[in-house]
């Protein structure tokens, strides 16, 4: 297996940075292993880790009195997941569960923070890359809320 | 101000306009509101299609849909339409029984044409329903399997509960299509993939450069899907969707479906997205 430092580079999210802002960001993580139904955080915990997703599926889960438990979305390898840690108050938003043998490299968001703002460059390339998921995670959220294979819009007009 | 030149008489294309009758011989009940209906020509004449048209379904007494066919254009059987119960017509077509008998006009507009796709990839993308209008598409390429590249489905629904053709689905895989699900929610028990089905781009086995790609789902999904392939690298010239408009007489005629300048009845429905690149989205087209 390779080390976090050899896996980095090769991640989307980590894709571009130089050495040394890369040697610095993996100063701050670990290797996480998961079983199926392990839980990565739950909402409403200190956000003080986010994790990139070596291999396996992290479920993104909501909980509801009435609806019960959502699947939200579902980060695999090469997606990345929590950016709480970087947006105070560093509170989870959501549930993040293994749904699968889920292998990780959780960064500790503190250590992540602190070297941030000591270092603008890797603070300037890491909030690129959180913003970018964001971005990404908004577009898509706006998106299906238009329910476009369903909702109640549709009509024999053009049933398909 | 210069004179409208006269109209041109328009010649009713009477057998265009005459429905067929055809039998219900099957029904199977896809989804909670989808079900797929096998019919057999009263005439004994089967009606020859190809992947990606559609024929106009009536419901004698309460109206006529534009619905995709969903079987398979090269083997002898029933004509097979995969229909989602939504409004008057469709909801009469979901009461149907063995042995009743409806109207059928067509098979009407352009197909996908996947020959096209020889020796090259060819990646589907449907959206909800709109995995039926391509199943024609990916069975001849099943068919036909060694005479193209990496063949990939990248499929997404609603729910588990709502992706339709689920056996399928695995013995597609088993024919070497690579087929990747997505779906918008899902409950706690649900271990596959949620999000959009644009999310399977960057996933999928393809070389974009060498990819023929079809695309059916809701116009939103076909405009970010077509724009997330040709952020890949696949060329706008070799991505086709198939629009959804109302289509009335499927003959060019009665300007239901007039899309611009296009007729989607005729020219469409499957059409190059270079081709509306620029209209997809468009209000008021």
């Given amino acids: 297996m390779r080390t976090i430092e050899q896996y980095l580079p090769d991640h989307p999210f980590f894709e571009g940075l130089d050495g040394p802002t890369l040697a610095l960001a993996a100063g701050c993580a670990t290797n996480i292993s998961l079983a199926a139904g392990e839980y990565l955080c739950h909402e409403g915990d200190a956000a003080d880790q986010f994790f990139v997703v070596r291999r396996g599926r992290v479920a993104i889960e909501v909980h509801g009195p009435a609806a019960g438990t959502l699947v939200l979305d579902t980060a695999d390898e090469g997606d990345v997941v929590g950016w709480s840690w970087l947006v105070p108050p560093y509170v989870s938003t959501f549930d993040a569960r293994a749904s699968e043998a889920t292998g990780v490299v959780a960064f500790d968001g503190a250590c992540l923070r602190g070297k941030c703002d000591s270092d603008s460059h890797l603070g300037y390339e890491l909030m690129k890359r959180v913003t970018q998921v964001m971005n990404g995670r908004l577009v898509a959220a706006q998106i299906r809320l238009l329910d476009l294979y369903g909702g109640p819009g549709a009509t024999d007009a053009a049933p398909r | ?285």
């Fill in chain 2, 1 to 285: 101000m210069p004179r409208l030149a006269e109209p041109t008489a328009v010649q009713p294309v009477e057998s265009a306009m005459v429905p067929r009758l055809f039998r219900l011989v099957d029904r199977r009940q896809d989804t909670a509101d989808t079900f797929t209906i096998m019919l057999e020509p009263n005439d004994g004449v089967p009606l020859a299609f190809i992947p990606g048209q559609f024929t106009m379904l009536s419901a004698f007494g309460v109206g006529e849909v534009p619905i995709s066919v969903s079987g398979d254009a090269h083997v002898a059987g029933p004509l097979q339409h995969t229909v989602r119960d939504v409004g008057a017509v469709t909801h009469a077509l979901a009461r149907t029984a063995v042995g009743d008998v409806m109207g059928v006009r067509g098979p009407y507009g352009t197909g996908w044409d996947v020959a096209d796709g020889h020796s090259r990839d060819v990646v589907f993308v449907g959206g909800g329903i709109g995995l039926a209008p391509l199943r024609p598409a990916v069975l001849e390429v099943l068919a036909h399997r060694e005479d193209y590249g990496r063949v990939v489905l990248l499929y997404g629904a609603r729910s588990p509960e709502e992706l339709l053709f689920v056996d399928e689905l695995k013995q597609w895989e088993d024919q070497g299509m690579e087929v990747l699900v997505t779906v918008d929610y899902g409950r706690e028990s649900w271990q596959g993939r949620v999000g959009l089905v644009t999310k399977l781009i960057p996933r999928a086995g393809f070389d974009p450069m060498s990819t023929l790609a079809l695309i059916c789902g809701p116009e939103v999904m076909m405009r970010h899907t077509a724009l997330a392939l040709v952020g890949r690298g696949v060329r706008a010239s070799r991505i086709r969707v198939s629009l959804e408009r109302n289509m009335r007489c499927g003959v060019g005629l009665c300007g239901h479906c007039q899309y611009r300048e296009l007729f989607v009845c005729v020219d469409g429905p499957v059409l190059p997205y270079a081709q509306v690149t620029g209209l997809l989205g468009l209000r008021e087209v």
